[in-house]
């Protein structure tokens, strides 16, 4: 079965630091992943994802992620940190076979000014 | 281009009680997907439609029920409405990129059973 795991429930970063939320996935075959960020109140807005290819991907608003085949790992990066970006992220792993993507629990990171 | 649209934004429902939520999606964008976020959680996937075809359907009861129309909107049906249904529910239109679904997603009904 595929999956996702978010360790982190919370990450604080101060402002102008870098961040990472982290990821790891179980999948068969090739991964499909995504990151999604949710504001209050709100749908889910997308950010980038990784189908083939640069183990780097960038994505909106500055943010990029690191694919690791290896580690099963997908986390999300962002050089310098902003108080907007404050908000609950979701890392997903789209199932070809259920043609569903599965979510993770979440993250809320804190970017303290 | 508008992006996905849902209707109602709230809604307040009593126990036992249906509900019909709708969903636009993007113009262009054939697919749409249904998903249950209850709070503190992600988002589960409900079902997800094709070309008016049921193309996937997740851990869900049979209480639960959609439909797709022509012009590509689409209706979440729930009977029988129980206190765990109360969560926001999320509408996704997709348009297949690279081998893949890639998912744009509306801002959601928040249901509250009562």
């Known amino acids: 079965a595929q999956s996702v795991a978010q360790p982190e429930d919370q990450v604080n970063v101060a402002e102008g630091n870098p961040l990472t939320v982290k990821c790891t996935y179980s999948v068969s075959g090739n991964p499909y992943l995504f990151w999604y960020v949710q504001y209050p109140n709100r749908g889910l807005q997308f950010l980038l994802k990784y189908i083939t290819g640069d183990n780097l991907v960038k994505g909106s608003y500055g943010f990029e992620a690191e694919f690791n085949k290896s580690q099963t790992s997908f986390h999300l990066k962002k050089p310098s940190a902003l108080v907007s970006d404050s908000a609950l992220y979701f890392c997903?792993?789209?199932?070809?076979?259920?043609?569903?993507?599965?979510f993770g629990a979440g993250t809320r990171l804190f970017v303290k000014a | 281009d508008a992006g996905v649209t849902q209707s109602p934004t709230h809604l307040i429902k009593t126990r036992g009680q249906h509900v019909t939520l709708r969903c636009s999606p993007i113009?262009?964008?054939?697919?749409v997907s249904w998903y249950q976020q209850v709070l503190g959680q992600g988002p589960q996937f409900i079902f997800q439609y094709y070309e008016k075809e049921e193309r996937g359907r997740g851990n869900f009861p049979d209480r639960f029920s959609a439909r797709q129309f022509p012009n590509y909107s689409s209706e979440l049906n729930v009977n029988a409405l129980l206190l765990g249904d109360s969560a926001l529910y999320l509408c996704a239109s997709s348009i297949r990129d690279g081998g893949t679904d890639t998912q744009y997603f509306g801002p959601g009904t928040r249901l509250t059973v009562l």
């Open positions: 997903a792993v789209y199932n070809t076979g259920g043609f569903k993507t599965i």
């Open positions: 113009s262009g964008h054939k697919s």
